[in-house]
């Protein structure tokens, strides 16, 4: 089928866009030529001179066609000046026909003034929207800054005022008597802010330095802060199916990947392997216990459908037979970007980081450690 054209005064247009100028076009020179009928040369003159400086303006080749136009009625307008001139009648005529074009004119101008306070106008909210917009981003960042400083001031104080050679304490639980360990010194103090918290996840040299939370709801955490304050930053937590007293085979820490930086928004350096050999150690302690832990794996998952059969991560928590525990080690190694040699066998205990990955939908960058002496 043949493309649609645009016809507007016997012109033709090849787009809508064009199409609608002309039209626009059209209807100004209407209007015009309504006013410069049996306008004398003076009048005639007055338009050619607005439509020359830009003061009446055109946006297709039918101004220049009502240029044309116009310059041949200034030419018989001038030849006939004289027996204009003697009609009293076409002077009375052409005053008023003056007056409309006055009028049109003065009525284009104030559109055009509309039209740029209009724009003015709306600039100025968009750019109070964006400075609006930034205010509250910078304040929920800055009292998430805050908040992290003050927890990590409580716990490195708690820390200076304990006996340095506890750190190196490692903590085998006995749940059987039903009896909960004693908590490390640097935590108490934490505890009685929240009792969610659960542990301490760092790196070092890098941005990843918090407490962790653990709670029932996995969802609570992804936007409310330490201080269970609305935050869409959310903080780290520790999924709700693990337990670091039983212990779990398999620990897991989420994280927003935040572009910031903030939270695990730096966990995706892993993806280069001179990386990882910089950032080979996670420290983790929970409450109870201090623990490092050296990365094995590092791969891209995603969250499955319950109906999917693939590997599902995320339901690594306790393996329950050295055979269920092989199986899931050669699932990540075969997933991950690159051969640490680092491995691990049947009661060893794990960390994984899990955050968001957008390369895909519901992506997940995650990272996988094992307990070290």
């Known amino acids: 089928m043949a493309d649609k054209t645009y016809i507007v005064e016997d012109r033709q247009f090849d787009t809508a866009a064009d199409y609608r100028r002309a039209c626009r076009d059209r209807d100004t020179i209407i209007k015009l030529r309504a006013a410069m009928k049996g306008a004398d040369i003076k009048k005639l003159k007055q338009i050619k001179a607005l439509v020359e400086s830009g003061k009446i303006h055109f946006y297709t080749a039918l101004g220049k066609d009502f240029e044309n136009e116009l310059n041949e009625l200034i030419n018989n307008a001038d030849r006939n000046t004289k027996k204009t001139k003697k009609d009293k009648g076409k002077k009375k005529h052409s005053k008023n026909e003056a007056e409309s074009v006055d009028s049109l004119i003065a009525e284009e101008l104030k559109n055009r003034e509309k039209r740029r306070r209009l724009i003015i106008v709306l600039c100025s909210l968009a750019a109070i929207c964006c400075l609006g917009y930034f205010a509250v981003y910078s304040y929920y960042q800055q009292r998430t800054i805050a908040s992290y400083e003050e927890w990590g001031s409580i716990k490195d104080a708690a820390s200076d005022n304990s006996d340095a050679s506890d750190k190196q304490v490692v903590i085998n639980y006995d749940t059987s008597s039903g009896e909960t360990p004693e908590v490390l ?134 393996a329950l037979s050295e055979t269920e525990f092989d199986s899931n080690m050669q699932e990540m190694a075969e997933m991950s970007l690159y051969d640490t040699g680092v491995t691990a066998q049947y009661g060893d205990r794990l960390l994984t980081l899990s955050t968001c990955d957008y390369q895909e939908t519901n992506g997940r960058f995650v990272v996988v450690a094992k307990k070290i002496n």
């Not at 998952?301 to 928590?317: A, L, P, T, W």
């Open 185 to 318: 010194e640097e935590y108490k103090n934490l505890l009685n802010k929240n009792k969610k918290l659960i542990g301490w996840v760092k790196i070092d040299d890098t941005n990843i330095n918090y407490p962790v939370m653990q709670t029932t709801d996995n969802e609570y955490y992804l936007d409310h802060n330490l201080n269970q304050e609305y935050d869409k930053n959310g903080s780290i937590f520790m999924d709700k199916d693990c337990d670091v007293l039983k212990p779990s085979t398999n620990l897991i820490l989420y994280g927003h990947h935040m572009k910031s930086g903030q939270m695990f928004g730096g966990l995706d350096k892993y993806q280069n392997q001179s990386y990882w050999q910089e950032h080979q150690y996670i420290t983790f302690d929970t409450v109870y216990e201090y623990g490092t832990y050296q990365v094995m794996y590092v791969f891209r998952s995603r969250v499955y459908s319950e109906e999917d059969v693939n590997f599902k991560y995320y339901q690594f928590i306790d």
